[in-house]
Structure formats: structure tokens, C-alpha cells
């Protein structure tokens, strides 16, 4: 018999993520579980935070910068509190304030005009990193709500099979205790009662491993939805009777609706952009100058004066860096760099969307066949086991033939649900590939 070689195969095929019997669990109630507490998509979600924070961080930078100052002077000798101011004669050079203990405070303020590239630069590079962080975060919504309804059905698959092995098991222990008694008869050799108990072992070995694989696979639906494993594990709902209509197969019609939807696809659209924007930065940084301007107000406070003395100024700088140990040129190799690497990482990634279509594709031809061949087996096991029954009951059947014709149809209805959400699941994948239907 090929029972355990074939529930294996579809257990591998069938990812161990799923649901037990326990509390009740919809799939539209695990996706948004999911959708809300994900830690993977919740970062995500943070980014999003992170990166209109550091573009809000751009705009404020336009508007410059105001500071408190202060200083306390402690000199060996007594010094002028504060500037001299012209013009000047014998008279007020006499009444300059001197002291050898002062108190400076006040306010410096600066605001840049230019300041080589930076602002300009720096507004469209945080606007380009906060739009990737969006796309990042709507294409990994795809992605987790893809998963659920994979891990969902394939949970299904388990379910179906482990009711398939416990059917298998209740008739073998009828068809046991029946060989025993035809064996205190004589109507049955001992040997075929004991090939009879062997299946039932085989049934039970079976049972025990699907039930290993469904609790696996709880742990792994609950890590989907950012839970622990469930203590008592959780109970499924079948998906709607019919599997769903294949959609028009257009190989480069649904490329060109990837290439135009696919929101990772975006998100290293706009990473390049931002990589082009710091590559244009570091080459403008050669041309465009510092401007800016500035002022302060001082107060000038000591012993020997009475109240505080006020001063202030307003200016307007230029800088134009010659030399700054070459980083300059430096930066710009790098920014040329990176820029380079990101437009490959695009291009990489636009290749192997192709590839996802063209495999998306392949999987829904493949799956819609083999569930066409899984119904026809289906019917086939059920009908051959029952005719092995009765040959066997009536005596004139062989008992391998019997106990082969019950470990088919068991194979039969297990290939029939995988097969079923298999289809599923491939058409699932094709929306994912292509994120078809916009956000979920």
C-alpha cells in the first residue's frame, strides 16, 4: 500500500499552515487579525511614521535655525563688557565699561537661502523615501493577506485529510473485529487478519502525524496574525462550494498590469529616484554656493555695570567651497554608484516579476488540470473501494485487494480537497503576482 507516501505528498504540497478544531476562525476574521497585528506589517506602518517625519524634517530646514547663547568670562585683567561702537573721542573711550568677571547671553538666528543643493535636494529625496515606505507597506499588505489565504486553505487540506485517515481507521477497525471473528470460524486465514490490523496500525501512525502537522500548523497561522500558538487550536470553515473562474490568460497583457501595479515594484522605482536625486546633489554641490542670512542680540552683564548692556547684528553670508579634502569628489563617485546599483535592482526586479507571471500561469494550467484528474478520482476510489467491500464480505474478493482499493480511496479524497484549494490558491497567486483589484 502507498497510503503514507501519498498523504505525504500532499502534505508537502499543502503548507503546514492552518487552523485546528477549537474557536471558530473565518478566513475574512484571520485576515484582519492579521492586517492588524502582524508585527511585520505593523514596522512597516511605523516606516511610513519614519519617513513623513524626516520629510517634514526637509521643509523645516528652510526656516533656518534660532538658538539661546551664553557665556561666563573669567580674565586676569579687566576687558571691555562689550564691542566698541564708533565714533569715537576722549570721552566715551573713558566711559567704556571694563570688567574681569562677565555674562554674555542672548539669541543667534540663521536662516539659508542656499546652501549647495542640500534643501532642494534633501525636499525631494524625503518625499521620494516617504512614497517607497508606502509602497513597501501596500505591497506587504498584499503580501500578508496572500499568505493567510494560503496558510487558510491549506489548513483545509489537513482538516479533510485527517476526517479522510479517521474514516479509513473507523472501517478498518470494523473490518478487524470481522477478521477476527471469521478466524475463530475458519472462514479467514490468521494471516490476513493480521494484514488487516497492520493498515489499522498504518491508519493510526497516519492519524498521529497529521494531527503533529495540523498543530505545526496553527503556530504558524497565529504567527501570521501576530498571536502565540493557540492553546486549543482553532476551527475552519470550508470556502465556497465551487472553485473560483480562471481568468483570461494573457501572458503579456497581465506583465504590463504587473510592471504597472506591483507596489514593490514602485517602492524600488522610488528608491532609484531618491538615489538619483543624492547622485545630483553631490554634482551641484560643485556649483551652487552657501547663501544664507543670520543675526544675533547679545546682553552683556557685569559687576561693574548697571543693568545689562544690549548689542545686535544682521548679516548676510557667502560661502563657496573650494576644498574640502576631496570628499566632495568622493560623494559624487558614490552617489553615481548607488544610483547605478538601484536602476540594476529595478531592472532585477522587473525580471523576476516576469518570471513570478510566467510561473503564476503555469501553476493555475497545472492546478486546473489536476483538479479535473482529482475529481474522476475521486468518484473512481469511492466506487472501486465499494465494490472491494462487497467481493470481500461475499468471500470471493482477496483482502490486498480490498485493503488496497480503501487506502486509494482515501488518497482519492485527500487528492480531491488539496486539488481544490490548490486551484484556488494558484489563482490567489496570480492576483498577488500582478496585485490585481488594488489595495486589499
Not at 563688557?81 to 571694563?98: H, S
Not at 478466524?183 to 493510526?204: H, M, N, S, T
Not at 496574525?225 to 494573457?250: H, R
Amino acid at each position: 500500500m502507498n497510503l503514507q507516501r501519498t498523504l505525504s505528498f500532499v502534505l508537502a504540497l499543502a503548507l503546514p499552515l492552518g487552523v485546528a478544531l477549537g474557536r471558530p476562525l473565518t478566513l475574512e476574521e484571520a485576515q484582519r487579525r492579521a492586517l492588524e497585528a502582524n508585527p511585520g506589517l505593523r514596522a512597516k506602518k511605523l516606516e511610513i511614521a519614519v519617513a513623513k517625519a524626516q520629510s517634514a524634517q526637509a521643509v523645516g530646514r528652510h526656516f533656518g535655525e534660532v538658538d539661546f547663547v551664553s557665556t561666563y568670562n573669567t580674565y586676569n585683567d579687566a576687558r571691555l563688557v562689550r564691542p566698541i561702537a564708533g565714533p569715537l573721542n576722549p570721552a566715551k573711550m573713558g566711559a567704556m565699561p571694563f570688567d574681569e568677571n562677565q555674562f554674555h547671553f542672548g539669541l543667534s538666528w540663521q536662516i539659508p537661502l542656499l546652501a549647495s543643493g542640500k534643501l532642494i535636494f534633501g525636499d525631494r529625496i524625503a518625499k521620494d523615501m516617504e512614497r517607497m515606505a508606502n509602497a513597501s507597506y501596500a505591497h506587504a499588505r498584499h503580501e500578508l493577506c496572500y499568505n493567510v489565504r494560503a496558510a487558510y486553505r491549506n489548513l483545509l487540506v489537513l482538516r479533510h485529510a485527517i476526517e479522510a485517515v479517521e474514516a479509513y481507521e473507523k472501517a478498518l477497525e470494523e473490518d478487524a473485529n470481522a477478521a477476527q471473528l471469521k478466524v475463530k470460524v475458519e472462514a479467514l486465514a490468521p494471516v490476513d487478519a493480521q494484514k488487516v490490523a497492520f493498515a489499522l496500525e498504518g491508519a493510526r501512525a497516519q492519524k498521529a502525524g497529521l494531527l503533529a502537522q495540523r498543530q505545526a500548523a496553527e503556530a504558524m497561522l497565529a504567527a501570521l496574525m501576530g498571536e502565540d500558538p493557540p492553546a486549543d487550536g482553532f476551527t475552519v470553515e470550508d470556502l465556497p462550494d465551487e472553485p473560483p473562474s480562471l481568468p483570461s490568460l494573457q501572458d503579456g497583457h497581465l506583465l504590463e498590469i504587473a510592471k504597472a501595479q506591483r507596489q514593490d515594484l514602485k517602492a524600488a522605482r522610488e528608491s532609484l529616484m531618491a538615489a538619483q536625486h543624492r547622485r545630483d546633489q553631490a554634482r551641484w554641490s560643485f556649483f551652487i554656493p552657501e547663501l544664507g542670512i543670520q543675526g544675533t542680540w547679545l546682553g552683556h552683564v557685569a559687576p561693574s555695570v548697571s543693568g545689562a548692556l544690549q548689542t545686535f547684528d544682521f548679516g548676510v553670508y557667502l560661502k563657496f567651497p573650494l576644498l574640502i579634502g576631496m570628499t566632495r569628489w568622493f560623494a559624487t563617485r558614490e552617489t553615481r554608484a548607488e544610483w547605478q546599483a538601484k536602476a540594476l535592482q529595478v531592472r532585477a526586479l522587473e525580471l523576476e516579476i516576469a518570471s513570478q507571471v510566467t510561473d503564476a500561469l503555469g501553476r493555475l494550467d497545472a492546478a486546473k488540470a489536476q483538479f479535473e484528474a482529482a475529481i474522476v478520482r475521486r468518484k473512481l476510489g469511492h466506487e472501486v473501494a465499494r465494490v472491494e467491500h462487497l467481493k470481500f464480505e461475499q468471500g470471493s474478493g482477496r483482502i490486498e485487494d480490498y485493503l488496497s482499493a480503501r487506502a486509494q480511496e482515501v488518497e482519492g479524497e485527500a487528492f480531491y480537497w488539496q486539488s481544490r484549494y490548490n486551484l484556488e490558491t494558484a489563482k490567489d497567486y496570480l492576483d498577488f503576482v500582478i496585485e490585481r483589484g488594488g489595495e486589499p
